[in-house]
Structure formats: C-alpha cells, structure tokens
C-alpha cells in the first residue's frame, strides 16, 4: 500500500510536464516500456535471464557431445561461424538474437492482445501504464446523485480508479419512480449515471445503457434501468445488481446506496406546508425550510461506512442541493462518519441555482442550509466557481460567491477557480473540477 507522498508524487508525476506521457509521440516510443510502476520490465528481464539459462544448458550439453563423440558434423563449422573470431561471433549472435526477440515479442503482443484492446490510438504500454496508476492513485468518496455526481466521477476517474460513489435513494421521478412502485426496487436513475460515467468500456455499450424508449408500454424508461432491475432480480440483491453492471461497463471505483433502506424524502416549506416525494418538491412556489427522511431511522450502508472510513479524500457536490446531496447526508449515521474519517472534506457549490431548490441562494447560503442541517460545520475546503462571466436563462440564476462565517465548526478555506463548463454553463466542467480537486490534495498533503 503507498503512503500519502508515495501517492502525491503519483498524482505530481501525472499532472507534470515530466511524465514520458506527455511529450511527443515520437520522443516517446522507447520511453513507454521504462516509464516506473507499469510492473511490466522485471518480467522481461527474467524472461531474458531464463533464455540465458537454456543457452547454457545447451552450451553445457554440446561441449558434452563434443567431449564424447570427439567432434561435430562438418557443417556445425559453418552455421557456427568458426571461420570468424570469437569476439565477432558473438557480437553477431547477440545482435541478431536480441533483434529476433524483441520482434517475436511485438508480434505476438499483436496477435494476443491487439484484438481485445478498444481501437482508441491507446497502445498497449500506455494502457498498462495508465491502469498501474490509477490503481495506486488516492482513495477518494464522492456523495451526491443525478447530474452532479455523475459530472464530478467523469473527471475523477481519470486520476484513480480507486472511487466510491454513494449514492441517493431519495429519487422517485420519471422511470425510477415507477419502477419502485411497481417492483418495490431501489431507484436505479442515479446509479445509471454513475455507472457509465466511469465506464471504460465502448461507447456504444454506454450509449445502450442511456438509450431511453419513446413509445409504447417502455416509453419514459432508460434500458440502462431496466438492466439494473432484471440484474437485481437475478442476482437477488440490489447492491450486487449494481456491483455486476459495474462489471459489464468496465467502471473504475464502486457504487453503493446511501442506505438499503427505502425511504422518502420530504421537505416543509416556509409557509408550515409538508412535501412528500423527491420530485415534488422542487415544484413548490415556496422556499424550503427543511427537508427530512421517512423513515427517519433509515441507518447507513455499512458498505459506505468503511469507504468513508478508508478515504484520502471525500467530495460532497456539485448537485441539487436538497434533493441529491441533504438526503444522503441525512441517513442516520452518515454524518457521523464524515466527521470521524480522517480525509480532507471538500464541498463544491453549484455553478447555478437550482429552480424551486435553491432560488437567490449565494454559497454562503448552500453552507448555511448544510449547517443547519447537520447541526454542524463539516467541511475543510469549498470549491466555488470564479468565472461569472455568462448568463443564464430564467429561471436560473449564477450561484454569487460571498462571505460566510462558521459558526458551529471550523471555519473551512475557499478554493476559487474556472470550473465553467462552456457548452453546459449550469454545469461544471468535468476535467477542470478533478483538476481543482487534486491540486487541493496535493495542497493539503505537501
């Protein structure tokens, strides 16, 4: 297991200009198999000393013949070269052996494994490479659901595949909600989305899994929750649905519920007025006072517990506010192990506001809904977007970033930067948020 600089130099080494990764491809051919931790040149080099081994053995085995027969056939004087001296001799077997086995090498490395790469450019050095390093990349929890979430594992999964995604249970719109009622199933519409955000499987698998039906009996489900359900129904477990479809997709890092249990979120407006159900309640012309679980007493997956326990690193956001990141935080127990982990605690406000949530919220407010409903102060870091130089359509609204004092915790540290997305600009951009998040690590740990 690396320690936390054993990491950091992983992630530096990444990031940096130094990697053989980075520079051109031309410069790099003989670089890509001596690029440190790819666990690829030990293995050549017994490869190497166990045809050594064989060499002698058959040397051993032809002075022996010599010895006993008292010479060799009268053409081993010319396949052996004896005419030439020794120092030529072997000069010329070494080279002609060495040429010989680096060919025979790639060209078997074409016939066995070229035809169960994906046809990307990626070649198989820096396939191997990039595997070995994201595995030994940090441990990193990210909490949340829907657009979000998905969003910040996009980016994430390009720095280490060593990811947990909790995820809501609270969603009970569209395909999701009549799947639960129906099949008295967890929601699978978050777990979806998180499942090809870190696929690294073909694109056309993940285009399957978010192909959504427009007519007939199947119109408004996506085959990709349809998939999860009969995988729960056969493996008979929902959790194991999710860990089997993880398979298929190829994802890097796991995905586990919140709670197993299923619960419903509801929220009372300003006004004394109470909601029932994630989906209504952002169509409520009433600002949110709070929002809870029923039942109340739903205890967090244990499964998460652990990861929580385990991570380097937990990011909570960007998502909608009430509806994707309070009712994870609102499992009974979750709270309690954010705060016990030792990982840095990160929350990354939203770009935007979110219609019928978080309507004139600046972040000083998110962090404020956050206090008052963990009774607490959680976080180190807050992310907030700095770029403001675009506009939204009604009803959106940019997310101002201001002033807020602490006042039943520590007092957290914002990290400012451009986390605009420019073709989505309510979201964030995926490679620059994972960026923003690693540099904090690396900020952190130095």
């Known amino acids: 297991m690396l320690n936390g ?47 050594l081994f064989i060499d002698l053995g058959l040397a051993y085995m032809l002075r022996h013949l010599y010895i006993t027969t ?3 056939p009268w053409w081993t004087y010319w ?21 010989l086995m680096i060919f025979s090498i790639f060209r078997l490395s074409r016939s066995l494994i070229t035809p169960i790469l994906q046809v990307d450019g990626a070649t198989l050095a820096e396939r191997i490479y990039t595997y070995r390093a994201l595995t030994k990349g940090p441990k990193i929890v990210a909490i949340g659901g829907g ?21 809501t249970v609270a969603d009970d719109g569209g395909s999701s909600g009549i799947l639960i009622r129906e099949y008295n199933t967890l929601p699978p519409g978050d777990f979806r989305q998180c499942l090809t955000a870190l696929a690294d499987a073909e694109p056309l698998m993940t285009q399957l899994f978010q192909h959504r039906f427009k007519e007939g009996s199947l119109n408004g489900h996506s085959f990709g929750n349809l998939f999860i359900l009969a995988m729960a129904e056969v493996t008979g477990n929902f959790e194991q649905a999710i860990r089997e479809s993880g398979r298929v997709l190829a994802v890097r ?24 159900g994630e989906s209504k309640i952002p169509v409520q012309a009433v600002a949110i006072k709070r929002v809870f679980l029923e039942p109340q007493d739903a ?6 517990v652990i990861s929580l326990m385990n991570a380097d690193l937990i990011v909570v956001g960007p998502g909608s506010l009430y509806t994707s990141i309070l009712p994870n935080l609102l499992v009974e127990g979750m709270a309690e192990a954010i705060i016990s982990s030792n990982a840095l605690k990160v929350y990354v406000c939203n770009i935007a506001t979110q219609p019928g949530e978080t309507d004139g919220y ?5 962090l404020q809904a956050l206090s008052d409903h963990l009774g607490r102060d959680i976080f180190d870091y807050v992310v907030v977007n700095s770029n403001l130089n675009f506009s939204l359509p009604a009803p959106w609204q940019k997310v101002i970033p201001d002033t807020y004092i602490a006042k039943r915790g520590h007092q957290p540290k914002f990290v400012y930067a451009d986390l605009l997305d420019r ?14 998040l690693v540099k904090v690590i690396l900020k952190k740990r130095d």
Not at 147 to 167: H, M, P
Not at 253 to 276: F, M, W, Y
Not at 299 to 304: D, G, Q
Not at 362 to 366: E, G, I, M
């Open 5 to 51: 600089r054993s990491k950091l130099k992983l992630i530096k080494y990444k990031l940096g200009s130094d990697s053989p990764y980075s520079q051109p491809k031309n410069k790099r051919i003989l670089l890509r198999w001596l690029v440190p931790g790819i666990h690829v040149k030990r293995w050549i080099g017994l490869f190497i000393l166990s045809i």
């Open 70 to 72: 008292g010479g060799l």
């Open 79 to 99: 396949v052996t070269l004896q005419f030439i001296s020794r120092e030529f001799r072997a000069l010329i077997f070494g080279v002609l052996g060495i040429a």
């Open 147 to 167: 657009t979000g979430l998905s969003t910040l594992l996009r980016g994430l999964k390009e720095y280490t595949s060593n990811l947990t995604a909790i995820v």
């Open 253 to 276: 890092g796991k995905i586990v519920p919140s709670t197993l249990h299923n619960v419903v979120l509801c929220a009372e407006t300003q006004d004394g007025r109470r909601v029932e």
């Open 299 to 304: 205890k967090v997956n244990p499964e998460a």
């Open 362 to 366: 600046a972040v000083s407010d998110h």
């Open 423 to 436: 073709e989505h600009l309510t979201h964030h951009d995926p490679q620059r948020l994972a960026e923003t």
